[in-house]
């Protein structure tokens, strides 16, 4: 995750020690990081999104017991990771997912919530609220008839809208997870409204990625990209300026990092050194998938992020998670632990590698079906990746 607010405004977040080293808490190094561990609870959702990666739909699928369950977090809290994140499909699709969020917490587990929103009625926020989630996104891919055409369901933006607002009046920290497509894009100025005028503390916006119906969508041009940034710069800047910057985030394009900048040195900011060295500490995909961030799936299947979900690289329910992270002859592993010995093209050479460590895996997998092939998704140009960073 690249946190805009951070990075282009100068303004402390509250993942700054995880994520940028800063504060007493920061590892001794983003590498020395135990991974944030995605869990899809389950496949079943009661919407059919058309980028969904995991390719999720209304009917029941096979995913861990509850017994499992428990042992996979008892594993994961002796581990040390710093945050579990809970996922699906539709993690409110299974009925007893706050049963094992309660469990989780009893571990001392620190807990996110990626859910539609749909199923969150003000007993579930409430529920949610007291379990003690440090925070919950609820996906949104733009505003009103716009996000029920992706949603697959008409009445998905009010359903969702309501869940916000349940969340909120309980005092529950509450965001939004939108995708990056021509139609979000277009109504970028909407969107920032919307989070304003709903009083919404954190917006998530990821690039797309191929993976499950995602595959079937058309990507950003590398213009409109670059384009679409801008704006979001731009609005979070306005935001900060009038002493409210919300938590403002771009995910799954570490090519943000080096574009940022850029940005910041062309826009003379007083604070582009320190940024500079922020992102240098971060790495951006040096230390993601593999090292800071893990998925594990409805059966069970780890992987080495929620996008590479074909890339299994073995099962709790043969094998503890802690085990399977931590064996040094586990070869995908020690391949993206190493990643600038492998991976190719344009990304080799870039000269912001430090800052971006070679972009999206999944997605340079999702278009080319080579893991190591250069990011079809950066879009800075050769004479910007040639220049000294």
């Known amino acids: 995750m690249f946190n805009v607010t951070k990075i282009i405004c100068g303004r ?8 940028y080293g800063e504060g007493r808490e920061a590892p001794a190094s983003a590498a020395a990081r135990r991974p944030v561990v995605v869990w899809n609870v389950t496949r079943t959702c009661n919407l059919r999104c058309t980028h969904c990666y995991s390719d999720s739909a209304p009917e029941k699928y096979d ?15 002796a581990f040390g990771v710093p945050a579990v994140l809970l996922s699906g499909g539709e993690p409110l699709a299974r ?25 969150v009625d003000e007993a ?3 529920r ?26 008409a009445g998905a933006f009010e359903r969702a809208l309501r869940a916000i607002r ?7 920290k509450v965001g939004l997870r939108l995708t990056l497509t021509p139609n979000t894009v277009a109504d970028l100025d909407g969107i920032f409204d919307f989070i304003e005028s709903e009083q919404i503390q954190r ?41 409210d910057p919300r938590e403002i985030l771009t995910v799954d394009n570490h090519a943000d990092a080096a574009y940022a900048t850029m940005w910041l040195e062309r826009t003379g900011a007083p604070h582009a050194e320190s940024a500079r060295a922020a992102l240098a500490w971060n790495g951006g995909a040096n230390h993601s998938s593999g090292i800071g961030i893990a998925d594990i799936d409805w059966l069970g299947n780890v992987h080495p992020d929620q996008f590479l979900q074909n890339i299994t690289l073995g099962n709790v329910r043969e ?8 064996d040094p002859e586990q070869p995908v592993l020690s391949k993206l632990r190493r990643r600038r010995e492998f991976v190719g093209g344009r990304c080799r050479s870039c000269s912001f590698f430090a800052t971006c460590g070679g972009n999206f895996r999944a997605r340079a997998f999702g278009m080319t079906g080579d893991l190591w092939a250069e990011d079809p998704g950066c879009y800075l140009s050769d004479a910007e990746i040639a220049q000294t960073a």
């Not at 402390?12 to 994520?19: F, K, S, T, V």
């Not at 094998?319 to 931590?326: C, L, V």
Request: hydrophobic content about 40%; aromatic content about 8%; charged content about 25%.
């Open 203 to 243: 917006a998530c916006f990821y690039h797309l990625v191929p993976a499950g119906r995602g595959s079937s969508l058309v990507a950003l041009s590398h213009d409109d990209t670059r384009a679409a940034l801008d704006r979001i710069f731009e609005r979070t800047q306005a935001l900060a300026r009038k002493g």
């Open 128 to 153: 949610i609220k007291d379990l003690g989630f440090t925070y919950v996104g609820i996906s949104f891919d733009g505003l009103g008839a716009t996000n029920d055409r992706f949603r697959g369901v």
């Open 95 to 119: 009925r007893d997912t706050l049963e094992l969020a309660a469990y989780a917490r009893s571990l001392g587990l620190k807990l996110t919530l990626s859910t539609n929103g749909t199923l």
């Open 124 to 126: 579930t926020a409430r």
């Open 63 to 77: 995913e861990l017991s509850f017994d499992e369950g428990r042992a996979l977090l008892d594993d994961l809290a």
């Open 166 to 172: 349940n969340l909120k009046a309980v005092g529950q």
């Open 319 to 326: 094998r503890p998670f802690s085990e399977i992270w931590s």
């Open 12 to 19: 402390e977040q509250p993942m700054d020690a995880l994520r």
